[in-house]
Every structure is written in structure tokens, then in C-alpha cells.
């Protein structure tokens, strides 16, 4: 809360310095201005008319009197001698703040300042903690307590700390109390805004507030004994930043556009122009009010449009728009804050472009009373005279264009008037064929409508207008390629204030390119670099740079102009191939790729281009023929119908149709790979930059499928070989070597007498039977014979190469041995078809003629190879 003063309250009153002094600057020795830049005065609630207040000192350095004026004369006056008084009854209910305008009556010169309130201990506003129950000491006594917020203005300039408020608690009259503020400002960031003074509680700020950026504060007061135990209830402190006019209005554009038609009333709406302020929009801050400064042209009226200074509409106020006369205006727009105060208040500029409409308010009117013409009879379809005529309205529009009729004359309608829809002619046209001896001449009346117009006198006022550019922009034709220190055109701004006689200084604005340089007297441009029309800053031809031209007013008035450089286009380009990059199949059909130039320049000195291969590498003619399509496209062709897969660099050479033609040799990028059905690639991704074909890869290929597959021949004889040297070392004897004698049969069939052979090798001499033992006629080899056979084998007491038991039991032994043999248990049966053998049954072999008495069970020592062959014949009759 804030406790009351004895008597009426007092209050501060808050002035702010607001401006800087203006003018020439005194002697260094003596500066004329306010003894202070911040007055910190105390003024009570309720003052009396007449009562004074406080004095301001200011030094004049002996140069004579200075007046003093208020912000606020309604309610503070100045005296000459600085005592600032009350203009009439006041009741102050919060801070108050004052502006002082001094002003020297000889020299003109200003001075402004703006006083902020110097609080001293003993004025210092206090907050208390607020009373609590006896029974809680943390509980408040009224829930609803609201502490007023603090005002603390923007912008202060000191000196700082500067106190604002005390804290107390009731607690610190009979113990030591510590208080602390939290919260945004204080703690938090942005921290050290406000401290407190830990004992006396004293509140200050230690640096200027920004309204614009952080409006107000929300702290929180603390208040606890020397061992830290909180003994008040914490309490919200809110602090406001007070608005002060330190903003300027902003118009959202600076240059605005709008339309109005010509001939039009008064009070037509026009446009609206807008502007903000940042400062608080609920105070004269950032109320703002809108004039017109100047218009021009000034016809036919000085003030042809009017502005709401509240809303910023702008609204036709007088008649006479008259496009004819006047086809564009341009108003400086002022927005001035503190409710437009011309005094106080901050103010900006824009400017509107208002452009009049075209109506139809001008007839068309004959530039001659009697056309003339002639044309031979029998022909149709010929012009034989032009009507002119001349329109204000504006060319192009429906209300410039004018429409012809025959009045008269002509009645068989052999003529017709239509018009030219460039020169707003009449074209008197034969559209009937005519007879001489029939029709020797034509009289016609052709008239348009007409209509009346109406004119409207403009006064101009002569202010300090800015200087402009007379055209603007201004267009030149130049051809590019044009060297540095050219001279090019002078590009002067005229000066709406002919009577104030003031020199114009120009300079450069805007230069993309870093071009041009113009003299800052007279307005003349030169080059600095070469002009390029295919440079990135020019578009569609046009290159254009802006200039500034200043005046001496006071202050100065600027104004802009554009020059715009038409380049006009050399053959400085060469060509290039284009598309760079190409795709065929490695069997293209068809066998083509059509190909274009692309060239900076424009035609003529671009196409018709002529396309030809280059002469190196040789195999490019060879391989490849091009066709001119058209002046723009060629056609390259395969000479050969196949080309393998792989990327093939084209030089092609192309020149232009300059009036000197330039050449290049371009290469085009050209894929080749294998395609499908559609024709599209299908191995694109195996070609490699090397270049390697199609068929150099399948060729490779199908080398090394062909290696493998003899590997596994050779593998597999090798194999075959030793499985078969194995089976003949096992049934051939090294010393007794009959493979030239024995044959290996696999199947039925094929007799001795199918081979050529000596089977005498197979008999024994030692152990064979004489010729009288031998059974009359032949025999199957596999019947028992007929006489006891001796026990098997019997082996002769010297070797002998023909010793078939060997044979058989080495053959035995191994293939007992073998376990890749064959399971072959059965008996094996030896057939001897054919006659005339010399040989006899292998079956009588050192047997005898009767076998029921041969004991066969040896054969069971044989092996169970032998084992069917011993159940045969070592068994029962049976």
C-alpha cells in the first residue's frame, strides 16, 4: 500500500529530454542550453492556479532572452525566468510528464528537454506487508490484497539506481529483517534490471526500460530474518513501463499506387495509405494523423485530393481530372504521432502515385474536309483512299478507337470502310466491282460520332519539391560489346522549384553490373566495363541502373530516375550441340538421333546453323553421316548397322549465321547399349567409360564356360583312366601280358570267331589233355565235364605264362579287395558261340568226364564271389 502525506499528496513530475538542440553550436567556452538534460522534481497532488512548481535553468551565453514553452499550457506555464507555475487548478493522480521547448528570439535556435523525477529517500513511496492473523502467521487477513503498480518510465536516463518504492514489514521494528525481489528482471533473465537494498529495502532500476520491448514486470517480494525463515507472505509487485514518444510512424510502403478515372466527381474514393507506430497505440504515442505535404503536378488545382487524417483515404475534393492535361499526380503523405501535434510529435513521409484513368470524353475529328482517290473499273478488294483522324483520348482503348459509316453516296454498297486497327484510319475499300460507262464517280459522307469535352484549371503552389527525371525511365539502344570511358547519354533530373535556383547533384544508386559512372554535376553517364547483353543482369535485353538526384535545399530533396539500356545484340556466341548426351542401341532402328544448336545471341546472328562432323578421329565419317534437318536441327546417322555397347565422344562442328559467322566443335556424349523390344537400354549399367562392347563381354564369356567344361572333360577321363589301369594291373600279370589276347565282354553275344585272336595263349601245355581224352563235337562251355577234375587251382610247379589259376587268382584276390567293385554275386555264365575254335570247353578244363565225384567245396575258400557257383555244384543232386 502506499501510505499517505501528511496534508495534500505530492507526486512526481516526470519529464523526458526529447530532443537535441538544433542550430549553429555556441563558442567552446559557452554551449546555450538547459543547465540540466534531466529535471527530478516533486510537485503536489493539488496545486493552485498560479502556484509555483519548480525552475529550470538554462544558459544563453549573453546572447539575449529565450522563450520558454509547455507541452502542456493548459496546465503548466513558463515564466522568462524559468519558474514553471500552474496554469489553473490540478489534481495530479499519478506521474506527470513535461516537455520544455526553449527558443532563442534572435538566432532562432532550440532547445528541448524533458525532466524525470529524482525520488529521495524521504519521498520514496513504501509497500507493506499486509497484516496477518494471530493464529497463522502465513496467513493473509484479506485474500483480495492487491499491491498498485509501479509506473516507471522508458527511456530514463538516470542516474541510476534510481529507487522507485520501499519495501517494509511491520517485523522489522523490534528484529533485523533481510529483503529480496524475484521474478523476470530481478533473478530471472533478463536479470539485473531491479535490486533491492537487502536492509532498507529499497527497490530501484539500474538501467533504462524499453516499453517496446518488455511493457511491464512481475516481481515478487520476500522478506525473511538473519537465519533465512520467511516471516512475510511473499507479495506481487507489478511495474509498468510508461510510454514515452520515442518511436517514429513507419508507412507500411513506401510508395503506394492507386487509380481514378478522369472526369471524376468529387469525394471519389481513391486509395488508403497506412503506417504503424510501435509506441503504446492507447496513448497520444501512437495516435497518429495523416496530411497531404504537396501534390504534383498543381493542375488544375493545388489541392485536387484530400486525406482522412484519422483512417489515411484518400478522396478526389475538387473536379477537373482531366487525363489529357494531366494523366499521373504524386502526393507526399505525412503520418505524425501525438495526435498530430506539428510540435511534438514524430513524423514520416511516403509518397502515393495517383494515376487518371482514361474515358471516352474526346471525339474523333477529320484532319481534312475532302479525301480524295481513284481506282480501275472491274477491281474489288483495293484501298482506295485513308480517312485520318485525330482522338485525345488515350490510344488503344476502346475510347480512341473509332468506327466509320457511309451516310450517303453509295447506293449499291460498293464501298466499305473498316478501320486500321494501328493508325485508327479509314480504309475506303472496293468491295463491288465498278462499272465506268455506268458509274463514273462516288460522292460519300463518312462522319463519327462526336462528343464534347470539358477542361479544368489547375493552380500550382511552388514548394520544395523533389527534383525529377525527365523521361523516367529513359530507354537507349546500344549494340553490346561497347568499350570502357563510352560516352553514352546525359541523364538530367529537373527541378519542380524553378524560383529557389538550386544546383542538383547526382550519383549512383543502383548498378548491377558495376557499369556506368555518371558526373555528379551535369548528369553525363560513361562506361566503366564492357556491356554484355548475356550477362545475368540484363533481362530480355534491357539492363537498367538507378540514379539519385539531391538538391541544396534545406533540407535536401531527392529524387530517383531509371535508365534503361536496350543492348542490342553481336555475334559474340559461339554455338554448341545440344542435346550433350544421347542414347542408341547397339542394332539401332532407326539408326538416328536428331540433334539441335543452342547459342546465346539472337537471330540473325544465331540460327539457321550448319551442322558438320569433324575430320578427326577418322573413324567418326566412317562410322557416322549427318543430315541438316532444317536451319535449327540435324540428323545423325549410322553408316553401319552395328556399333557395340559402350560411350562414344561425337565431335561435331556448327556454325552460325552471323554477319561473321563463329564456329565451335562440340561433343556429343553418345550411349550405345543393348535394348529390348521397346527399344529401351537394358545393360546401361555394365557399360563402362572404357568403352567395352557387347560382344567382347559375351565373347569372354563364352571362353570361359568352354575352359570349364574341358577342365571337367579332362577331369572325368582322368578318372575313367586310372579306374580302368587299376582294373587291368589286377588282371594282368606285368611279366605275362595278354592284353593283346584277352577281350573284356561286357554283353551277350560275339563269339571267338568275331575276333581275330590266338586263343592258344589261355591253354596250358603243361597241364593240358591229349588229343584221345577230348569229347567228340563242341560243347557248352558251362556243362560239367565228363571226367573227374582235378581239385582247383592247380598251379604247375614252374610259371609259366600262360597259367590261367594265376590269372584267376590274382583277379580273385583283387577284386575280394576292391570296394568300389561291383557286387556281381551272381554266377557269371561264358558262352562260346561260333565254330571251328580250336579251343576247347572252358567248363572241361583239367576236369574229368564224370562230376558227381568232384568235391566242390573249395570253391567256398574262394571268396563269396565263388559262393554261388560252390551251392551249385557242391550241393545235393538236388
Known amino acids: 500500500m502506499y501510505p499517505e502525506h501528511e496534508g495534500s499528496a505530492r507526486f512526481l513530475l516526470l519529464v523526458v529530454l526529447a530532443g537535441l538542440q538544433i542550430g549553429a553550436e555556441g563558442t567552446p567556452t559557452c554551449k546555450p542550453g538547459f543547465s540540466q538534460d534531466v529535471y527530478n522534481v516533486v510537485v503536489p497532488g493539488v496545486t493552485k492556479e498560479g502556484q509555483p512548481l519548480f525552475n529550470v535553468g538554462f544558459a544563453d551565453c549573453g546572447k539575449g532572452p529565450v522563450k520558454f514553452e509547455s507541452s502542456s499550457p493548459s496546465d503548466f506555464r513558463i515564466q522568462e525566468s524559468g519558474l514553471v507555475y500552474a496554469a489553473r487548478d490540478l489534481e495530479l493522480s499519478g506521474p506527470v510528464s513535461l516537455a520544455i521547448k526553449a527558443s532563442d528570439t534572435v538566432t532562432n535556435q532550440q532547445w528541448t528537454t524533458l525532466e524525470v523525477p529524482a525520488a529521495t529517500a524521504q519521498d520514496l513511496k513504501e509497500i507493506v506487508f499486509p497484516a496477518r492473523n494471530a493464529d497463522s502467521q502465513l496467513k493473509r487477513m484479506k485474500r483480495d490484497w492487491v499491491i498498485p503498480p509501479i509506473n516507471v518510465p522508458e527511456n530514463s536516463r538516470g542516474p541510476f539506481p534510481q529507487e522507485l518504492v520501499r519495501i517494509r514489514s511491520d517485523h522489522d521494528k523490534n528484529r533485523s529483517l533481510r529483503y529480496s525481489v524475484t521474478g523476470p528482471g530481478a533473478d530471472q533473465p533478463p536479470t539485473g534490471i531491479f535490486i533491492i537494498d537487502p536492509i532498507s529495502g529499497e527497490l530501484s532500476v539500474n538501467k533504462p526500460l524499453d516499453r517496446e520491448h518488455i511493457p511491464s514486470f512481475h516481481l515478487r517480494a520476500h522478506a525473511v530474518d538473519l537465519n533465512g525463515n520467511q516471516v512475510e507472505n511473499p507479495i506481487d509487485i507489478v511495474i509498468n513501463v510508461i510510454d514515452m514518444n520515442d518511436n517514429r510512424p513507419e508507412f507500411t510502403h513506401q510508395l503506394w499506387n492507386g487509380t481514378v478515372p478522369e472526369g471524376s466527381k468529387p469525394g471519389t474514393f481513391v486509395m488508403t495509405v497506412t503506417s504503424v507506430d510501435k509506441d503504446d497505440p492507447k496513448t497520444a504515442n501512437g495516435m497518429l494523423r495523416y496530411k497531404i505535404l504537396s501534390q504534383n503536378p498543381e493542375s488544375p488545382s493545388s489541392n485536387m485530393f484530400t486525406i482522412n487524417n484519422k483512417t489515411g483515404g484518400i478522396i478526389t475534393v475538387a473536379a477537373g481530372l482531366d487525363r489529357e492535361k494531366v494523366s499521373e499526380y504524386m502526393l507526399i503523405i505525412q ?520 568235391d566242390y567245396d573249395y570253391l567256398n575258400d574262394w571268396g563269396p564271389r565263388f559262393r554261388k557257383l560252390a551251392d551249385m555244384y557242391g550241393g545235393s543232386d538236388d
Not at 724 to 748: G, H, S, T, W
Open 335 to 854: 503520418a505524425t504521432d501525438m495526435e498530430g501535434n506539428p510540435m511534438y510529435g514524430l513524423s514520416n513521409t511516403a509518397t502515393a502515385v495517383i494515376r487518371v484513368t482514361d474515358i471516352n470524353d474526346n471525339p474523333p475529328e477529320f484532319t481534312a474536309e475532302t479525301f480524295f482517290g481513284e481506282v480501275p473499273e472491274n477491281r474489288v478488294n483495293v484501298i482506295v483512299a485513308n480517312l485520318t483522324v485525330t482522338d485525345k483520348d488515350q490510344p488503344n482503348t476502346p475510347a480512341w478507337n473509332a468506327v466509320y459509316k457511309i451516310t450517303g453516296g453509295d447506293p449499291t454498297g460498293s464501298f466499305s470502310v473498316p478501320t486500321d486497327p494501328t493508325t485508327n484510319e479509314g480504309l475506303v475499300t472496293v468491295v463491288k466491282p465498278i462499272d465506268f460507262e455506268t458509274n463514273r464517280a462516288f460522292l460519300r459522307g463518312i462522319h463519327p460520332p462526336r462528343q464534347s469535352t470539358a477542361t479544368v484549371s489547375i493552380r500550382v503552389i511552388d514548394v520544395n519539391e523533389s527534383p525529377y527525371f525527365q523521361p523516367d525511365p529513359k530507354l537507349i539502344k546500344l549494340e553490346e560489346g561497347i568499350l570502357p570511358e563510352t560516352s553514352l547519354t546525359t541523364f538530367a533530373a529537373q527541378d519542380p522549384d524553378r524560383f529557389m535556383h538550386q544546383n542538383i547533384r547526382y550519383s549512383k544508386l543502383s548498378d548491377p553490373a558495376q557499369w556506368l559512372r555518371i558526373d555528379p554535376n551535369t548528369g553525363h553517364i560513361v562506361t566503366m566495363a564492357v556491356l554484355d547483353r548475356e550477362s545475368p543482369f540484363v533481362k530480355n535485353s534491357l539492363y537498367n541502373a538507378t540514379f539519385l538526384a539531391t538538391d541544396n535545399g534545406a533540407p535536401p530533396a531527392t529524387g530517383t530516375g531509371t535508365l534503361q539500356i536496350y543492348l542490342l545484340d553481336i555475334n559474340d556466341n559461339a554455338p554448341r550441340v545440344f542435346p550433350q548426351e544421347a542414347e542408341i542401341c547397339e542394332k539401332p532402328e532407326p539408326n538416328a538421333i536428331n540433334i539441335t544448336a543452342m547459342d546465346g545471341d539472337l537471330s540473325p546472328n544465331a540460327g539457321p546453323f550448319a551442322f558438320e562432323l569433324a575430320h578427326r578421329p577418322s573413324d567418326v565419317r566412317r562410322n557416322w553421316t549427318i543430315t541438316r534437318i532444317s536451319g535449327d536441327y540435324a540428323q545423325l546417322s549410322l553408316k553401319i548397322g552395328y556399333l557395340e555397347s559402350g560411350i562414344y565422344e561425337l565431335p561435331v562442328i556448327i556454325t552460325d549465321s552471323g554477319n561473321l559467322p563463329m564456329s565451335n566443335t562440340s561433343y556429343l556424349r553418345i550411349k550405345v547399349c543393348q535394348c529390348d523390344v521397346n527399344g529401351d537400354c537394358t545393360d546401361q549399367q555394365h557399360i563402362m567409360a572404357a568403352g567395352l562392347g557387347t560382344g567382347a563381354i559375351i565373347s569372354i564369356l563364352l571362353c570361359i564356360i568352354i575352359l570349364l567344361i574341358l577342365v571337367l572333360m579332362f577331369v572325368v577321363w582322368m578318372k575313367r583312366r586310372d579306374k580302368e589301369r587299376q582294373a587291368k594291373q589286377l588282371l594282368i600279370d606285368p611279366e605275362d601280358d595278354v592284353r593283346d589276347n584277352i577281350l573284356k565282354y561286357d554283353e551277350e553275344g560275339g563269339g571267338e570267331e568275331d575276333q581275330d585272336y590266338d586263343l592258344s595263349q589261355l591253354q596250358q601245355p603243361d597241364t593240358l589233355e591229349h588229343d584221345s581224352i577230348k569229347p567228340v563235337g563242341i560243347r557248352r562251355l558251362d556243362e560239367r565235364p565228363l571226367h573227374p577234375e582235378p581239385q582247383y587251382p592247380m598251379r604247375s610247379a614252374a610259371p609259366h605264362p600262360g597259367d590261367i589259376g594265376d590269372f584267376i587268382n590274382e583277379g580273385l584276390k583283387a577284386a575280394d579287395n576292391d570296394p568300389t567293385a561291383p557286387p556281381y554275386d551272381s554266377l557269371l555264365v561264358f558262352d562260346y558261340e561260333g565254330s571251328g575254335s580250336t579251343a576247347g570247353s572252358l567248363s572241361s578244363l583239367n576236369s574229368s568226364s564224370s562230376g558227381g565225384d568232384q
